[in-house]
């Protein structure tokens, strides 16, 4: 029944934040404070491409004008830092590290703050801000996608899909569903289940196609079993894209 509860609170919580985004995105700039600028950037942050980042920044920028004690506003910030990998990572970690100062309670600042410390190299303090985003908000996908993806980078694959199948569970019409199948073929990786590997890999690819990392896996499983021409397929795919 607990399981139940949580799943429901989980799909009205990603639903309510998805609906929020589609209507500060047709609002007009002018007509929006601070908390609709962050919706509106948002909308963009999950676009995932260079000119929707930078106009996500931008957005969150004037949130923080508007009101320098948002720390969502600091945490969209620090989301931004996340797509656009040619960032200095030290700007990324000062944004986290400075939304979770304003709001300590806040779920969200420490998923941002953490998945900056994943890419720097930091899996211990990464995964321990992921699992206080999920613990202050049992009911936030986005946690649980990024505590999975940290501990799937840093070998602990067992454990990671878990929680990203609980992420999936939460928001089974969420914007970054493909990143959550990306994540759980690298868990599978992680624990040598090759087939299972393969399968999410493969799901990935066709959610999200240009995704580099969904082809990477998907080259990897095939090759430790043995298709070798599949593999070289997957691969001459991949190297178009990167």
Not at 31 to 53: C, F, P
Not at 66 to 77: K, P, V
Request: aromatic share 10%; glycine share 8%; hydrophobic share 40%.
């Amino acid at each position: 029944q607990d399981e139940i509860t949580e799943t429901i609170a989980g799909r009205i919580d990603s639903e309510i934040r998805a609906s929020e985004m589609n209507l500060a995105r047709r609002m007009h700039p002018t007509s929006l404070d601070a908390w609709e600028i962050y919706q509106k950037g948002m909308w963009h942050v999950y676009k995932r491409t260079v000119e929707d980042n930078k106009k996500a920044r931008n957005l969150f920028q004037d949130a923080i004008e508007q009101d320098t004690g948002f720390a969502l506003a600091y945490a969209g910030l620090a989301e931004t830092y996340y797509v656009d990998l040619r960032h200095k990572l030290k700007k990324g970690i000062s944004a986290g590290e400075r939304a979770t100062s304003l709001d300590d309670m806040e779920g969200i600042t420490h998923y941002s703050l953490g998945r900056m410390l994943m890419i720097a190299g930091e899996g211990g303090r990464a995964i321990s801000e992921l699992e206080r985003a999920v613990a202050l908000n049992p009911s936030f996908a986005h946690g649980y996608l990024g505590l999975g993806a940290a501990m799937a980078w840093f070998g602990q694959g067992a454990k990671g899909i878990s929680k990203l199948e609980m992420a999936m569970r939460l928001s089974p019409h969420d914007p970054l569903f493909w990143v959550m199948e990306t994540y759980i073929s690298l868990c599978h990786i992680n624990i040598r289940d090759f087939q299972q590997a393969e399968f999410w890999a493969r799901r990935s690819v066709n959610s999200r196609p240009e995704n580099f990392g969904s082809h990477a896996f998907l080259v990897t499983a095939l090759v430790v079993r043995g298709q070798l021409e599949m593999a070289q397929e997957a691969m001459d795919r991949a190297l178009k894209m990167k």
